[in-house]
């Protein structure tokens, strides 16, 4: 492509947007120090922005700058921002789940942090259905507990999960009575072996044997292929 | 779609517009001086807030996505050069990349765009941008001319800017051919890069 074509779809690239073969040709084409598509990046990227800007104006809530300054403050308090934004049940549970990342990058756990925060939110919200029914697994380890909902499905909540060797993930099974296991999602745990996984859909309580988990390639299977670490039998709903 | 373009809206403009002495700003976030955080968001924490709410549509969460940008920024500020640009369109970069990274996420979508993002925030790319660009005229323009752009053309902007979208995943949920949409979003970009062009010096 020549640099008219290529400067077509600057802004696509400044984006993220452009697909890799024409990514890699205007990484090429610009790595040459082409003099005509400088400038024309330059004006993509003032498009780009422009464009950002013109969005329906939302005011901010009072304390969130207080929060954002506190991020880089001297006495910052990790707890500050974990309290913002979800109540403080969903922060507590946080803190006694996953709450071990201290010595992190703070950046990578606000991203982390902001992604558990969410999936406990499901999990209330979950909890929170009256047709949810708690299966409690594991004397022994791992233990926790699993919920089942007849419209919205299964919601694990696991501890003392064995280590995952590299490569290997959890998967959920849904065991129908009399039936082969079915495939319910692939999840991981955190550092402690504590897990939050939600399968959403609706589940035939009535029809449903048990849940369980096993251990599988990262890609996951079709059929379990090792003995399971947690089976939760379904009765008696 | 069209309605919510057509809804777009002016008074970011005024926040948009203080971008003067980003220079000067740019040179205490390097220092590590914190008073600086505070003034990066007085300029454009409701203009990323804004932004961060039209693409997550969650106000809460929009919060923490806040945190996370100007954090992100306050790291990476080191490797600004406030000779070459503005805050503004490196802040705005941020927060959009932030959002729609979120956005894929809760909908398991395949996040092969993250290390994208990640590179395509380096201020070197968002940044070279002079404090004028943003001037409220040219901006007036550019609004004039994305209301007048055909709905099927506002709609690919729409999906790229807002929602991440590449071109063939706009083919997919227009359910128009990979070539027409490529069309739409080119000639949309050229009407576009007319009205606020002169705006923007090489
Ligand atoms: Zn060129």
Redesign the interface.
């Known amino acids: 492509m020549n640099c008219d074509d290529l400067a077509?779809?600057f802004?696509?690239y400044?984006?993220?947007?452009?697909?890799a073969e024409e990514?890699g040709e205007i990484e090429a084409h610009l790595g040459r120090g082409c003099a005509a598509c400088t400038?024309?990046?330059?004006?993509a990227?003032?498009?780009?922005?422009?464009?950002?800007?013109?969005?329906?104006?939302?005011?901010?809530?009072r304390g969130?700058?207080r929060?954002?300054?506190s991020?880089?403050?001297?006495g910052r308090s990790a707890w500050g921002?974990t309290f913002?934004?979800?109540s403080v049940a969903a922060a507590l549970l946080i803190a006694l789940l996953w709450f071990s990342v201290r010595d992190r990058e703070?950046?990578s756990q606000?991203?982390r942090e902001?992604?558990n925060?969410?999936r406990v939110q499901q999990a209330f919200a979950f909890l929170n259905e009256p047709e949810t029914k708690q299966v409690i697994f594991g004397k022994g380890e791992p233990r926790g507990n699993v919920f089942v909902n007849p419209r919205t499905g299964v919601l694990l909540i696991a501890s003392n999960l064995p280590p995952l060797p590299v490569g290997k993930t959890y998967e959920l099974w849904v065991i129908p009575k009399g039936g082969a296991p079915k495939p319910a999602g692939l999840f991981q745990s955190d550092r402690e072996g504590t897990a939050i996984y939600i399968q959403s859909g609706a589940l035939d309580l009535a029809a449903t044997g048990a849940v369980a988990v096993t251990v599988e390639p990262d890609a996951g299977s079709a059929q379990p292929t090792t003995t399971p670490i947690i089976v939760a039998p379904v009765a008696g709903f | 779609m069209g309605a919510v373009i057509l809804?777009?809206?002016?008074?970011?403009?005024a926040i948009?517009l203080r971008i003067a002495g980003d220079g000067d700003l740019a040179r205490r976030l390097k220092s590590?001086d914190?008073s600086a955080?505070?003034e990066m968001?007085?300029r454009y924490?409701?203009?990323a807030?804004?932004?961060i709410?039209?693409i997550v549509r969650n106000?809460?969460?929009?919060?923490?996505?806040?945190?996370?940008t100007?954090?992100?920024v306050?790291?990476r500020s080191a490797s600004f050069d406030e000779e070459k640009g503005a805050l503004?369109?490196w802040v705005?970069?941020v927060?959009?990349?932030r959002a729609i990274d979120?956005v894929r996420?809760?909908e398991a979508r395949q996040t092969r765009?993250s290390m994208?993002?990640d590179?395509?925030e380096r201020p070197g790319?968002?940044?070279?941008?002079d404090d004028a660009?943003?001037q409220v005229d040219?901006?007036r323009l550019?609004?004039t001319a994305?209301d007048k752009l055909p709905p099927n053309q506002r709609m690919v902007?729409e999906l790229?800017?807002f929602e991440?979208?590449?071109?063939?995943e706009m083919a997919e949920r227009m359910k128009q051919p990979l070539g027409t949409v490529k069309t739409w979003?080119?000639t949309a970009?050229?009407s576009?890069?007319e009205e606020?062009?002169e705006?923007?010096p090489?």
């Not at chain 2, 991440?164 to 063939?168: D, F, I, L, N, V």
């Open positions: 077509d779809v802004e696509l400044a984006l993220g947007v452009l697909e990514r400038p024309r990046l330059r004006r990227a003032a498009l780009n922005a422009a464009i950002l800007a013109v969005v329906p104006d939302t005011a901010p809530p969130l700058r929060r954002v300054v991020l880089v403050g001297s921002w913002a934004s979800g703070l950046e606000l991203a902001r992604a925060l969410t | 809804s777009l809206l002016f008074p970011l403009l948009a590590r914190q955080m505070g968001y007085d924490g409701r203009l807030f804004s932004l709410v039209r106000e809460g969460i929009a919060e923490d996505l806040v945190q996370e100007f954090l992100r306050w790291n503004a369109p705005l970069a927060a959009r990349n979120y996420s809760l765009n994208e993002l590179k395509l790319v968002c940044a070279v941008v660009f943003l040219r901006v550019l609004k994305f902007l790229a800017y991440g979208m590449s071109q063939p979003v080119r970009l050229r576009l890069r606020i062009g705006a923007v090489a």
